[in-house]
């Protein structure tokens, strides 16, 4: 049965597909793509191009396409579901025991080693992705209004993305 | 208010205005659960950043459950996850059913090429805000530097980065903690 398959193939997504967002994207393709075949790569690559687009996570953002794709509306809730189904029962129940064992030893060393190294995957995503955005100097310009902006911290993040939004229209009619 | 609801407003706000994924979202999130809520620290909310970082799925997924957990036990959990998946649930939907030519529009693809051009800044955003949390010292200095260097230069998977400095804490920083 289609919705089931929907179901298992975005579990196995969701449980096998470590890193988050675009770290998943070879584990998405090779499920959909090429096992399933539900979509053609080209269609994919749309979904990416989408996701880029649109707010929230990319593997939310595929689950929910992919699922309609193959579906319809039921296909798509199914997908989405599948995805975020073993995050859930695994963070809820890893949640439980971390806030009971926060104070101790193990926990706190572990996460002093973890914390910086953190800090080297974001700058790592930073360089990554700042290489891909910053092609022009008019996308420099708003990067470094944009910097400004978050970190004079009076305006919601919110709002900066609006601002962002605006700047493009601004700076790329010309 | 209602504090679930008021969980599940924020949380909608997340999922909504998160562009770029994963790291893009945490000063949006910061915004609205330390700094403006102040369910949680800075300092449980960057814990929380970094344990998410060990689990399989999507990092803005995972963040929002542990967060909505610690707010609220599974109720929270619950009101979280959806408050994060909804509004991508629910723009992708419009997109497939209706506007799949709406990416061509000029004006559409304008205001992309500026968020695009802002993505970047909010991860620097996250990075000060994990910075500031850590003792400026040699030791941390070394670890972000050989992440950088693992994941950008020699392609090593960001969970592996992860879970190997957290091996390391556990066998060498144990006495800091005591």
Request: hydrophobic share 55%; charged share 10%.
């Amino acid at each position: 049965m289609i919705l089931l398959e929907l179901f298992t193939a975005f579990l196995k997504i969701g449980a096998f597909g470590f890193g988050g967002g675009y770290a998943m994207l070879p584990l998405i393709e090779r499920e959909i793509v090429t096992n399933n075949q539900w979509i053609s790569y080209r269609e994919f690559i749309d979904i990416i191009g989408i996701s880029q687009m649109t707010p929230g996570p990319v593997a939310i953002n595929s689950a929910t396409f992919v699922g309609y794709k193959v579906a319809g509306i039921w296909g798509s809730v199914v997908a989405t579901l599948g995805v975020v189904s073993f995050s859930f029962i695994l963070v809820t129940i890893a949640s439980h025991y971390i806030i009971k064992f926060k104070e101790s030893r193990f926990s706190k060393s572990v996460l002093l080693g973890m914390k910086p190294a953190l800090t080297g995957l974001v700058i790592a995503a930073f360089i990554s992705l700042a290489k891909k955005s910053y092609l022009d100097v008019k996308s420099v310009i708003i990067g470094l209004i944009i910097t400004a902006m978050l970190f004079s911290k009076r305006l919601h993040p919110i709002l900066v993305i609006v601002a962002a939004g605006l700047l493009g229209i601004i700076f790329y009619s010309f | 208010m209602n504090k679930l609801f008021a969980m599940f407003l924020s949380f909608l706000k997340i999922g909504a205005f998160t562009f770029g994924g994963g790291y893009a979202m945490v000063p949006l999130m910061q915004a609205e659960v330390v700094d403006n809520r102040k369910w949680i620290t800075e300092d449980e909310f960057l814990d929380i950043l970094v344990i998410s970082q060990t689990f399989p799925g999507a990092i803005a997924v995972n963040t929002s459950i542990f967060i909505g957990y610690k707010i609220s036990g599974v109720r929270g959990a619950v009101l979280a996850l959806f408050g994060t998946i909804l509004p991508s649930f629910f723009i992708i939907l419009l997109i497939v059913s209706f506007f799949m030519q709406f990416r061509d529009n000029h004006y559409v693809s304008l205001v992309f090429k500026g968020i695009g051009a802002a993505v970047p800044a909010m991860i620097l955003a996250a990075v000060i805000s994990l910075t500031k949390s850590m003792k400026k010292n040699y030791l941390n200095l070394t670890i972000i530097l050989l992440s950088v260097a693992s994941i950008s230069l020699l392609n090593v998977h960001p969970v592996i980065v992860i879970l190997v400095s957290g091996l390391y804490g556990y066998f060498f920083l144990g006495r800091k903690v005591e």
